[in-house]
């Protein structure tokens, strides 16, 4: 009954007749996962597609950006360091901007996002990625589209069209083959972390683009963010006392981007992104991720770029733009 209540809130108020009724346009409906019409909240749809991809940008360094602060720290470090200094940066703009505390009906999918986007999938990443290289942690963002567009159909009964599922799952083939080919194909105990990282992240994401329907997509990360903070902030008490800490630049640098790009700014855009486009839509422009991700594990980390990898990029591409054209 108050799902709209943002939209009702600023809508001006007309004086409606039985004979105005009668030949009044039928007013469209949106459903949870409909994107809305262009100019709708202020996010036409080619601005949702650049948020979306700009989100996609932030994530791919988040890979290189882990495996160059645990050069310096320990896995819980990590983790904790970047939730905390991602809260303090969140915290200060929700008190700048005297935000509202979200209603209550909001806070169960609030702590879905914490507990997959700001805990979940971090911790379980950095601590595959202590015996994981970066292509083989690939396979999961391989993965995570299709993950997140079937955990949007089932949480919102977004009904994708055929074409879109094929080109979604042929994407996912192109690219999961190519990170195992580059990995060795050889499954060890970081494909556990990486496995349970896919299935918390799609929740958060899905939770995270419903939510952005509702609020900005700054207030859904930055009030997720809140809600862990006694925890991340115990976590990293306790983590700095027991695990080696040696501040490298290198280390620094990566715990900054990965407080800052990947925890804060990379969700903002992405979820904003998805709120305006549809989650199923925005998810499958993170096929490009894991290509990304090797062009800056080659870059960053000194890594050779495989050869098929330029007939990986162009498949992957078409399958995005067969995706983004698709009717849901």
Known sequence: ????????????????????????????????????????????????????????????LTFPGTAWALEGMGPWTVVMLRSVLATVLAGGALLAFRVRVPERRHWAGIAVVAGGVVLGFPLLTTLALETSTTS??????????????????????????????????????VVIAFAVQQSGGAPGRGDLFLFLALLVC????????????????????GWALVLTFPLT?????VALSTEPLRLTAHAVAGLLWLAIGSQFVGILVWYRGMAAIGIARASQLQLAQPLLTLVWSVLLLGERLPPAAPAAALAVLACIAVTQRARG
């Open 1 to 60: 009954m108050r799902a709209n209540d943002s939209a009702i809130a600023s809508a001006p108020i007309a004086v409606s007749t039985p004979e105005a009724d009668r030949h009044a346009a039928p007013a469209p409906v949106l459903t949870p996962e409909a994107p809305a019409a262009p100019g709708a909240r202020g996010t036409p749809a080619g601005r949702g597609v650049l948020f979306a991809a700009l989100g996609v940008a932030a994530f791919s």
């Open 136 to 173: 083989h942690a690939a396979v999961v963002v391989g993965l995570l589209p299709l993950t997140t567009a079937a955990c949007s159909a089932l949480r919102t009964g977004a009904r994708p069209s055929r074409t879109f599922w094929i080109a979604s799952l042929v994407g996912a083939a």
């Open 202 to 221: 799609a929740a958060g994401y899905t939770e995270g683009g419903r939510l952005a329907r509702h609020m900005p997509g700054w207030q859904v990360i």
């Open 233 to 237: 902030a115990a976590g990293a008490a």
